[in-house]
Every structure is written in structure tokens, then in C-alpha cells.
């Protein structure tokens, strides 16, 4: 879904979180998609070197911002997600769908209390 796009799955849900913000922690976007900083820092390297996002110090912390490329590109990342979700129900069907999502909220939800996030 992503490929044509030339981003990981990973990357798009990073861009598209940071579509909500006018700019965004890596500790936020870490926290929202239950990564490590770690790997939020190499995704966020990856898609600076696209032009996608650019970093900003700001204090002693750093902000991450969209450029316009990656306004460009929102309507797009909206039909691959869609077209992600479409092809989940196709393959599992709408209800099997529908419950695997809510127990993955649901395991994330725990996740999140356990971790004190």
C-alpha cells in the first residue's frame, strides 16, 4: 500500500500523526504509536532525507515539523491508509475487522495503563 509512496508503513504513520500537529515531540510521536525513541529518531532521519520533515531545536528539545512536501502528499497517504483498511476487511471481512481493531485498542489501552504512559 505504502510502496508506491516509497515510505515504510511505519514512516506514513508517522506523517500521518504528524498531520494533527502543526509541530510534535519525537517523544509524542513515540508514545502515540507505542515505538521506541529509538527507532522514532531513525524513521524521523529517514524522512528528513526524503524532505518530508524537518527537525527544529526548540529549548533543550526537538520539534518535528511537515514540510510542504509532505502537505503534498496528505491526500495520498489518506487514500493508502483507506485502501489499507479496505483490503483488511476484503481479506478478514468487516466483522473480523471490526473485532481485531477493538481488541488491539484494547491491548494498547493496556499497554499504555501498565506502562504509565
Known amino acids: ?69 509532505a502537505y503534498d502528499l496528505f491526500d495520498k497517504l489518506v487514500e493508502c491508509d483507506r485502501n489499507f483498511q479496505e483490503a483488511c476487511s476484503r481479506l478478514l471481512g468487516e466483522s473480523e475487522t471490526s473485532s481485531l481493531v477493538t481488541r488491539m485498542n484494547q491491548a494498547t489501552d493496556n499497554i499504555i495503563l501498565k506502562m504509565n504512559i
Not at 32 to 57: F, H, M, N, Q, S
Open 1 to 69: 500500500m505504502w510502496k508506491p509512496m516509497g515510505l515504510s508503513p511505519s514512516q506514513a504513520y508517522v506523517l500521518l500523526l504528524a498531520f494533527s500537529y502543526t509541530a510534535i515531540q519525537p517523544s509524542s510521536i513515540a508514545n502515540a504509536l507505542l515505538l521506541e525513541p529509538a527507532a522514532v529518531t531513525r524513521l524521523i532521519k529517514r524522512l528528513e532525507k526524503k524532505g518530508l520533515v524537518c527537525r527544529t531545536p526548540y529549548s533543550n528539545i526537538a520539534i518535528v515539523e511537515l514540510t510542504s512536501k
